[in-house]
């Protein structure tokens, strides 16, 4: 295994039900570490954040969020990567 190259050639994401996500950030401050740490550039989260309808209410601090609009920046954040296989952890609680 060639490891290389950048983060990215990763082919699983997963969303578990407590997505490590730092309270104090927002949605959107969240998903710019992870895609920092990804070699992502700011126009993926920018589409994640539409994605999962949360262009808006995505510059909310997390520790101000429900539980269903949790997981949607979880949801964000396993999109983020573009890999070919996502494992949900009890998908049936899913805010899709």
Known sequence: ??????????????LIENQPLHPDLTVAEN????????????SSVDDVLQVVHLTETGRK??????????????IASALLT??????LDKPATCAL
């Open 1 to 14: 295994m060639d490891t290389s190259g950048p983060a990215t050639t990763c082919t699983i994401s997963d």
């Open 31 to 42: 998903l710019n570490v992870r895609a920092t740490l990804f070699g992502l550039p700011q």
């Open 61 to 74: 601090r997390m520790n101000r969020s429900s539980m269903g609009m949790k997981q949607r920046p979880g």
């Open 82 to 87: 573009h890999n070919k296989l996502l494992i």
